[in-house]
């Protein structure tokens, strides 16, 4: 029994590190989160309870459901356009094709590069008057720029933008991950296949798709998580929600941080937190269930 007392001992100490982390950084502030969503709190007066109110007051405030349609509309738009786009580069780039590891770096390089830099250079080039995107478009097809895409200076651009910006960034990442799971795919199932006479459209529907089924059901579920908590591309596109463009940018993470330290009203602010973890944890959980009937 000492013995066995000892190993679970040493054992706690190599997860206390991590433990304590998690406890510090992530449980002890969503419990108080919790508590102050039930409070009205400016941060400097003592808290005061104030029930279901702010939950009500949610249900009322029309800047809270356009951030809520916007984040909503924003993930509709990247998780299925950053999954197809990972997937193909991935199944591109895993041929032997010559300079596959040039082009492997290349599109990886804009997850790892400064999203700042990243998002002034985006902004230049796709200015709706001086950039070169919109200057090629006006060469090619005569259209006067008062009529082409206003991109992030537009209100009915600018969350395409954000989608499009998000996915460009972020898909070398996705393909990493794919590729990843590529090189555990049994190349005998693409012989039997071959062998049948299936094209190569024909395997990559009944071979490559189902196979990469796991690595899928992980992509999406990161991709759902972290497009709903979406908050730097914004900030970074569009300064946020409170310029020019008003509330057509404005996103549930970015309204959290507005509420509470510019409004100081901690209590909403934890408030419209709590809806937001409630909307992820409903999606993640739905999306568990999906994948345990996959592999049923």
């Known amino acids: 029994m000492k013995g066995n007392k000892r190993k679970t001992l040493i ?8 433990f304590i982390g998690f406890a510090v950084f992530t449980l002890v502030p969503l419990v108080f989160a919790l508590g102050l969503s039930f409070m009205k709190w400016d941060g400097a007066n003592p808290m005061q309870f104030a029930g279901l109110d702010n939950f009500a007051r949610l249900l009322k405030d029309s800047t809270f459901k356009r951030a809520l349609w916007n984040t909503v509309a924003y993930t509709a738009g990247v998780v299925p356009a950053t999954l197809v786009c990972s997937l193909l580069l991935a199944v591109l780039l895993n041929q032997k094709i010559r300079g596959r590891n040039f082009f492997r770096t290349v599109s990886f390089f804009p997850y790892v590069a400064s999203l700042v830099a990243v998002a002034a250079v985006w902004n230049f ?14 060469a090619i097809t005569g259209i006067p720029y008062s009529k082409l895409p ?6 009915d651009w600018a969350l395409p933008t954000a989608v499009i ?33 299936a094209s190569g459209r024909q395997r990559f529907f009944h071979v490559t798709i189902p196979q990469l089924a796991p690595t899928s059901f992980f992509v999406l579920i990161m991709l759902v998580i972290s497009s709903f908590k979406v908050y730097d591309v ?7 929600g409170d310029n020019q463009l008003n509330d057509a940018t ?35 959980l739905v999306q568990f269930a999906g994948g345990r009937k996959l592999e049923g």
């Open 11 to 18: 054992a706690y100490t190599f997860i206390a590190p991590n």
């Open 125 to 138: 080039i796709f200015s709706p008057t001086k950039g070169p995107v919109n200057g090629l478009l006006n």
């Open 150 to 155: 206003g991109w992030s200076a537009s209100k």
């Open 165 to 197: 910006f998000s996915v460009w960034k972020n898909m070398g990442y996705y393909m990493v991950i794919y590729l990843a799971g590529l090189q555990g795919v049994n190349p005998e199932l693409y012989e039997a296949a071959a062998l049948d006479g």
């Open 234 to 240: 914004f900030i970074n596109l569009f300064a946020g």
């Open 250 to 284: 404005r996103v549930l993470v970015y309204q959290i941080y507005n509420t509470a330290f510019r409004a100081l009203e901690f209590g909403y602010a934890s408030a419209i937190s709590m809806v937001l973890f409630l909307i992820v944890l409903c999606v993640t």
